[in-house]
């Protein structure tokens, strides 16, 4: 058996398609983590090497500075390749591989209703079945690493559509000014995906509207994968209704 090596930790790791899918999808929320002082991993699983605008080292280029805007780390890795996802084993386990190594505490990912771009449903599907493979201990092509259970799955949608119909929501407060700030300056640095749509103003309008929704400025969606579970009712905050 390979021995074990030192794992890498961070809190909170978050895959995307591509190289803007986090950044629109649920960047204000990252943005609030990491001004929290939570560590932040990027995986992007393609280069956007398939998009209509932009060439592959400029999304590149474009998907590094939006994450130094939000204090994340990132990494980029092939899934064979934008708009060429498939759903396998093996693409699982190399999934499975970097929760293992990376030992987070939360994970997000696409939610799994099928969209605009097939990528992301699909990228979901995997990172939900890459959680759970990572806890098995006798998987033989993950012995690299230890076998690491996360404490939640998390899914954001990228775009309206892709939002599920159905099950509980968590809505995350991103009001204050600094986290907006960002946020807003995370988007725009994909300039390539801007041409044709204000795919940024796109996320802000949403973010109003479930913010209005909830009584705040601005909020975001995230759909549990799990049940939620609390020590107390301490956690539990506020409900967007104030009765």
Same mark, same amino acid.
């Given at each position: 058996?390979?021995?074990?090596? #030192?794992?890498?930790?961070? #809190?909170?790791?978050?895959?995307?398609?591509?190289?803007?899918? $986090?950044?629109?999808?649920?960047?204000?929320?990252?943005?609030?983590?990491?001004?929290?002082?939570?560590?932040?991993?990027?995986?992007?699983?393609?280069?956007?090497?398939?998009?209509?605008?932009?060439?592959?080292?400029?999304?590149?280029?474009?998907?590094?500075?939006?994450?130094?805007?939000?204090?994340? #780390?990132?990494?980029?890795?092939?899934?064979?390749?934008?708009?060429?996802?498939?759903?396998?084993?093996? &693409?699982?386990?190399?999934?499975?591989?970097?929760?293992?190594?990376?030992?987070?505490?939360?994970?997000?990912?696409?939610? #799994?209703?099928?969209? &605009?771009?097939?990528?992301?449903?699909?990228?979901?599907?995997?990172?939900?079945?890459? *959680?759970?493979?990572?806890?098995?201990?006798?998987?033989?092509?993950?012995?690299?690493?230890?076998?690491?259970? $996360?404490? &939640?799955?998390?899914?954001?949608?990228?775009?309206?559509?892709?939002?599920?119909?159905?099950?509980?929501?968590?809505? $995350?407060?991103?009001?204050?000014?600094?986290?907006?700030?960002?946020?807003?300056?995370?988007?725009? *640095?994909?300039?390539?995906?801007?041409?044709?749509?204000?795919?940024?103003?796109?996320?802000?309008?949403? *973010?109003?509207?479930?913010?209005?929704?909830?009584?705040?400025?601005?909020? $975001?969606?995230?759909?549990?994968?799990?049940?939620?579970?609390?020590?107390?009712?301490?956690?539990?905050?506020?409900?967007?209704?104030?009765?």
């Amino acid at each position: 058996m390979k021995p074990a090596s #030192t794992p890498e930790t961070t #809190t909170i790791l978050a895959f995307g398609a591509h190289p803007d899918d $986090i950044e629109f999808g649920c960047g204000g929320v990252i943005a609030r983590e990491t001004q929290a002082g939570r560590s932040v991993r990027f995986v992007v699983c393609s280069q956007g090497e398939s998009a209509t605008h932009g060439l592959a080292a400029r999304r590149v280029e474009e998907a590094r500075h939006a994450a130094t805007l939000l204090g994340a #780390t990132l990494e980029f890795m092939q899934l064979g390749g934008d708009a060429h996802f498939e759903i396998n084993v093996a &693409q699982v386990l190399r999934l499975a591989e970097v929760i293992r190594r990376t030992k987070p505490k939360l994970v997000l990912a696409p939610t #799994t209703v099928e969209n &605009q771009h097939p990528d992301h449903a699909k990228l979901g599907r995997m990172v939900r079945d890459a *959680a759970r493979l990572a806890r098995y201990g006798g998987v033989k092509e993950l012995q690299a690493h230890a076998a690491h259970a $996360i404490d &939640q799955l998390l899914f954001y949608a990228v775009t309206p559509g892709a939002e599920p119909r159905d099950g509980a929501r968590v809505l $995350i407060d991103v009001s204050q000014p600094k986290v907006m700030a960002v946020w807003k300056a995370a988007m725009e *640095a994909h300039a390539t995906q801007r041409q044709t749509r204000d795919y940024a103003e796109l996320q802000l309008t949403r *973010a109003r509207l479930n913010g209005l929704l909830a009584g705040v400025a601005y909020a $975001i969606p995230l759909w549990p994968n799990d049940e939620l579970v609390f020590d107390s009712l301490e956690p539990l905050g506020r409900a967007a209704r104030r009765f």
